[in-house]
Nanobody, 117 residues
Framework: VQLQAFGGGLVQAGGSLGLTCAASRGISDIYIMGWYRQRPGELLELVATITGSGTTVYADSVRGRFTISRDNANNSVYLLMNNLKTEDTAVYYC????????????WGQGTQVTVSS
């Protein structure tokens, strides 16, 4: 499975942006899909994840502002980002754990999100 992330861009603080992760094949059997980000000079950090049954997990820094969703019919995962802050500026990556027993073994290319003040 190949993952392709897109939808990044430049937005003002307080604005919204949506990211899409498109998979090259069906994702209904993929255990967990999620979004990571890497801010300038920092390590990769988990943003949000969603299981096949729709259970979601969010980083404390984005909870209440970001929403992850999964559309198995369209082989896609989305990240809706509201009330963006300058500290959300980062390269965002789509990733997936194929099975319950795997690490994050599928990664898409990053998409840049820049939030201006």
């Amino acid at each position: 499975v190949q993952l392709q992330a897109f939808g990044g861009g430049l937005v003002q603080a307080g604005g919204s942006l949506g990211l899409t992760c498109a998979a090259s094949r069906g994702i209904s059997d993929i255990y967990i899909m999620g979004w990571y980000r890497q801010r300038p000079g920092e390590l990769l950090e988990l943003v949000a994840t969603i299981t096949g049954s729709g259970t979601t997990v969010y980083a404390d820094s984005v909870r209440g502002r970001f929403t992850i969703s999964r559309d198995n019919a369209n082989n896609s995962v989305y990240l809706l980002m509201n009330n963006l802050k300058t500290e959300d500026t980062a390269v965002y990556y789509c990733a997936a754990r194929s099975t319950e027993y795997s690490a994050y073994d599928l990664w898409g290319q990053g998409t840049q999100v820049t939030v201006s003040s």
